[in-house]
């Protein structure tokens, strides 16, 4: 079956390091799509990985294991404007996603 | 600039009423999708459409229609027959499949 879970909630301090897991139980996932989603608004592109190891993008970075099923979005220098909820994607490049929950992050001061 | 766009942001409607969220893209993506999210859970997909006079049932498609007329449009009419319609309605598109999603800004439709 295809299943993504990733924690609930979480909670850092401005200016820290926070990683967020995801792991997914599925065959045929080839790749991980990370979205941000402020309350009542769209989600918004954050990464994309499709091989195995870590893309970074400025203070976003982001791991992809498939052997293991396993993602992380790793937020460096938090901001209070990174407080959102942070969606994991799977795709087996059909028209076809599978979002885990969202991981609600509240950054505080 | 492009984008997608859904309309209205807020949309309130009687039980037993059918309503239809508009959703265009300016993208000239080929892909586009209906997700309801509820809170404490993911999106779930509604319909999905590859290609202009097509479209396919997602995971949650009983008591919602859809039509892909013309490739910028996809509105999604909410029926009476769902159960239980009160939710955040998301469109997005992509260029085909597998790839990034685009968003659109979503509706919040309250069903009284």
């Known amino acids: 079956g295809q299943n993504i879970d990733q924690p609930t909630e979480m909670t850092a301090t401005e200016g820290a390091i926070v990683q967020i897991n995801c792991t997914y139980q599925?065959?045929?996932?080839?790749?991980l799509f990370w979205y941000q989603q402020h309350a009542g608004e769209a989600p918004t592109f954050l990464s994309y990985?499709?091989?195995?190891g870590l893309e970074e993008k400025g203070r976003f970075s982001s791991f992809l294991s498939r052997s293991k099923g396993y993602s992380y979005l790793l937020l460096k220098e938090l901001q209070m404007k990174d407080s959102a909820s942070y969606l994991c994607?799977?795709?087996?490049?059909?028209?076809?996603?599978?979002f885990g929950t969202g991981t609600r992050l509240k950054v505080l001061a | 600039d492009g984008g997608i766009t859904q309309s209205p942001k807020y949309l309130f409607r009687k039980e037993g009423q059918n309503v239809t969220l508009s959703c265009e893209q300016n993208?000239?993506?080929?892909?586009m999708y209906w997700y309801r999210q509820d809170p404490g859970q993911g999106l779930r997909l509604i319909y999905y459409?590859?290609?202009?006079?097509?479209?396919q049932k997602g995971d949650i498609a009983e008591g919602y229609s859809v039509s892909r007329e013309k490739k910028e449009s996809f509105p999604l009419t909410v029926t009476s027959a769902q159960k239980n319609p009160t939710a955040f309605y998301l469109c997005?598109?992509?260029?085909?499949?597998?790839?990034?999603?685009?968003f659109g800004p979503g509706t919040r439709l309250t069903v009284l």
């Open positions: 997005a598109s992509s260029i085909g499949s597998g790839g990034e999603q685009f």
């Open positions: 599925t065959s045929g996932f080839n790749g």
């Open positions: 990985n499709v091989l195995d």
């Open positions: 994607a799977g795709t087996s490049g059909t028209y076809k996603y599978i």
């Open positions: 993208l000239n993506h080929d892909a």
């Open positions: 459409s590859q290609i202009v006079n097509d479209f």
